[in-house]
């Protein structure tokens, strides 16, 4: 009986990791969009405020 309660507890250890992987790298392609999105704001902003010293 010990033997099965630590043999479930090995598998929701593991599912728990996959689940957190999936979580992670779900978060560090929103935070790379986001990264994307303000530096083309920033860069946006850049361009039009500098845009007469080009001519």
Partial sequence: MLFLFWLVCIGLG??????????????????DLYNYAKNREIRERYESVHKDDQL
Avoid: C, H, P
């Fill in 14 to 31: 593991i599912y728990a990791f996959v689940l957190f992987v999936k979580l992670a790298r779900r978060g560090i392609t929103a935070l």
